[in-house]
């Protein structure tokens, strides 16, 4: 790559910190305030000192509201720098492991110029693509803080009303509405039938009467946990306060899916991980996202594997071998191919295949999945670089070709 001026960047809360060395080997350390105004004006300020070539601009991973306004100039190139391997060469330079704004912006323009050749430089996705991917980012902190909720509300009941959560189940939104009205076993008890249809009817709940027929009978014969009216009381009040927090997370969490849905019904690559077993209206947009529109951003399917987490690590010493889960990977990519390989189980007879075959060899549930999502990339990452759409039959008799043990295991069942 050909550049003018390679620039460290250290971020801060108040001001960043930057180190900017030439072409000729001159070097300048600097600092800039975090405002969209300094920012901007300091960029210009770089296009005067070098007016003409690329300007290399080495950053730390995470810090996207500066990367989101550097990214509007074509005369910069931005290399996201991973937090770990920043952190490793400043602990291999100095021993005390010793942080400094100013010293770091110069040892991560020092690392990118040493390994420009080796570094990924960051291709944007288009504003549609960016657009979605942070939509389902968004979703899933909101889906998190749903469940973070939905388990502090069990949590609340067990102590008290456990009867609840085995009529209803845990994340049920009729459980909340029965809540609403009867917060405790004693309460209960004093519902009628016809009070139980008319709430289970608000809820949505199908066969309403016959359920609450049901419902009534249980309630009958429950007994009560403790009598201990100070637990009773603290408890229902706060699982009351968690099932008001939950509701409009609901509402949200819809609103995110519309917007998605919105963005998704006019992407590029919507046809090809729609075409996914198990993928649906949340996983397709996420793998998509995954991926990219950028064919030139990945080589092969096993960078993906890597990058996101899924490939494990093969350490070698000596005659020892150690191969262990990755430590260290982006949160949310992992998960979105995890989630995708769990969701295919019911609708893939070769992915649930798989899966059993691996557990009968001793593996777990969530190595299992994880060692399906690998092989599920290696078919991802072909449909994205060819365009084409998943065809179950056609990879089935890919299988049967290569006389795979899925194969021989389809046929028996």
């Not at 050749?117 to 504003?127: I, K």
């Not at 902190?141 to 509300?153: E, N, Y």
Request: proline residues 4%.
């Amino acid at each position: 790559m050909e550049w003018v001026a390679c620039v460290g960047i250290d971020w801060g809360d108040k001001q960043h910190a930057c180190t900017i060395q030439s072409r000729q080997g001159t070097k300048q350390a600097t600092t800039f305030g975090s405002s969209p105004e300094d920012v901007h004006e300091w960029v210009r300020g770089l296009r005067e000192r070098f007016p003409d070539g690329t300007i290399v601009i080495g950053v730390e991973q995470g810090q996207w509201s500066l990367i989101y306004a550097l990214m509007a100039y074509e005369f910069l190139v931005l290399v996201p720098i991973n937090p770990r391997a920043s952190k490793a060469y400043r602990t291999s330079l100095r021993l005390s492991g010793a942080s400094d704004d100013p010293a770091d912006a110069a040892l991560i323009c020092d690392f990118v110029l040493k390994h420009l050749d080796e570094l990924r430089v960051w291709h944007p996705d288009d504003v549609g693509t960016r657009k979605m991917r942070l939509f389902c980012e968004q979703r899933r902190s909101l889906v998190d803080q749903r469940t973070a909720l939905t388990h502090r509300m069990s949590a609340a009941l067990k102590e008290y009303f456990p009867q609840a959560l085995q009529w209803f189940g845990e994340t049920s939104t009729h459980l909340r509405t029965f809540l609403a009205h009867w917060p405790t076993l004693d309460q209960a008890r004093l519902a009628s039938i016809d009070d139980l249809t008319v709430v289970l009817k608000a809820s949505r709940r199908r066969k309403a009467s016959a359920v609450a027929k049901e419902l009534i009978e249980k309630i009958r014969v429950a007994v009560p946990l403790t009598h201990d009216t100070a637990i009773i009381e603290a408890h229902s009040l706060y699982a009351l306060s968690m099932a008001a927090l939950i509701d409009p997370l609901d509402q949200q969490i819809a609103q995110y899916d519309r917007a998605i849905a919105a963005v998704w019904a006019s992407h590029p690559d919507r046809k090809i991980f729609s075409s996914l077993p198990g993928a649906g209206a949340v996983l397709a947009p996420r793998l998509a996202v995954a991926f990219g529109l950028d064919r030139s951003r990945y080589d092969e399917a096993r960078e993906v594997q890597q990058y996101s987490g899924i490939a494990p690590v093969i350490e070698k010493s000596g005659k020892q071998v150690w191969i262990h889960a990755r430590w260290g990977f982006p949160t949310f990519l992992h998960q979105t191919f995890h989630e995708f390989a769990a969701n295919s189980l019911p609708h893939c007879e070769w992915a649930r295949a798989f899966y059993e075959g691996q557990r009968k060899r001793g593996a777990g549930h969530h190595e299992a999945i994880r060692l399906l999502a690998f092989r599920w990339i290696r078919i991802l990452f072909r449909l994205w670089k060819t365009g084409e759409e998943y065809d179950d039959n056609r990879y089935v008799e890919a299988l049967k070709q290569k006389h795979s043990p899925i194969a021989d295991h389809l046929a028996a069942a």
